[in-house]
């Protein structure tokens, strides 16, 4: 099928990062298909990252899907969300069977409420499928292998409206899959003052995510959402059980682990991507956070990569 390609043309990042390209005519930005019809790059062994969503329904194989530094073996059925910007690779992956849904923000327009619950998803990225009561290859209580099959018939077929059933199934995917107890605790509030504090959280959440804590600054983010430093303090910590400080610099720090592992940037290259202008205290937040330094982190990690 190869309705996707991925590339490497955007230069300035040190991380690959690949891109969605659907070929003309095809409308929405969305693509579907196996991990062999999608390409090597679908399955890629090397750190990178994305400028799109993708939802991985993994149903066999072997070996490691590596996101943001964390290791998950792979026991299919899985089902995986990836957010734009996170570093991914496959590690040791063998006999890889599933399905892939590839799409960017412009298929979101209609429905901008599922950028939240794809960001949920996000935190919660790898998530075991409970089997159905059939126990049917495919099968599971949830629905998903359901709702991917007939995701996959829209997507072939293109018949007249195909577009609006893609953007339901996936709500009535994303929906089913936040149901799954692993992430349950993600649903979201409506209504009323609680609605829009949890709205502030989200989209401080979202914000905080895009820039990767580089803003630096709790004052910056309230500036951005309109709100007052004390409001955002408040409504973040009821939502996350965490200050906005403490995610920032979670932020930050993920961002440099994950230039630190995937790209030859220096320290004080990295030291500037994610928002210090001097290496020296970058170094000392490094250490702070983490009991290393950024170098003794590279080379750690290089080995265990290498002794994997």
């Known amino acids: 099928m190869n309705a996707c390609t991925h590339d490497d043309a955007h230069h300035t990042d040190p991380v690959p ?38 939802i991985v329904y993994v149903t066999g194989g072997s070996g490691t899907h590596v996101i ?36 960017t923000e ?9 950028r939240h619950l794809l960001r949920a998803l996000g935190e919660r990225s790898w998530l075991r499928l409970p089997p159905g009561p059939t126990a049917g290859p495919g099968e599971d209580a949830a629905g998903i ?15 007249d409206g195909y577009a609006s059933v893609l953007e339901a199934y996936l709500h009535i995917l994303l929906v089913r899959a936040l149901r799954l107890p692993a992430a349950r605790e993600h649903g979201t509030a409506t209504g009323g003052r609680d609605g829009r504090a949890a709205e502030v959280a989200r989209t401080f959440g979202l914000l905080l995510a895009e820039s990767a804590g580089a803003e630096g600054s709790v004052g910056a983010y309230a500036a951005r959402l309109g709100v007052s430093v004390g409001h955002l303090n408040e409504v973040v910590k009821q939502a996350t059980g965490r200050t906005p400080g403490e995610l920032v610099r979670a932020a930050r720090l993920l961002e440099a682990k ?40 590279r080379r750690a990690a290089s080995g265990a990569a290498a002794d994997e």
Do not use: N
């Not at 592992?261 to 990295?270: D, H, I, M, P, R």
């Open 258 to 297: 994950r230039l630190l592992t995937g790209s030859g940037l220096a320290v004080g290259q990295v030291a500037r991507r994610v928002g210090f202008t001097d290496p020296a205290y970058f170094c000392r937040f490094f250490r702070r956070e983490t009991g290393i330094s950024p170098g003794t982190f």
């Open 68 to 103: 943001d530094l964390v290791r998950r073996p792979l026991h299919p059925p899985h089902l995986c969300v990836l957010l734009p910007g996170q570093v991914h690779y496959w590690e040791a992956a063998s006999d890889l069977s599933g399905v892939l849904m590839l799409f």
């Open 17 to 54: 990062l690949h891109r969605l390209r659907v070929p003309p005519p095809q409308v929405p930005p969305f693509a579907m298909g196996s991990f062999e019809s999608l390409g090597p790059d679908s399955r890629a062994g090397y750190p990178h990252r994305h400028t799109f969503y993708e």
């Open 106 to 114: 412009d298929f979101l327009l209609t429905r901008p409420g599922d």
């Open 145 to 159: 292998g359901t709702l991917v099959r007939s995701m996959e018939r829209e997507c072939t077929a293109k018949a």
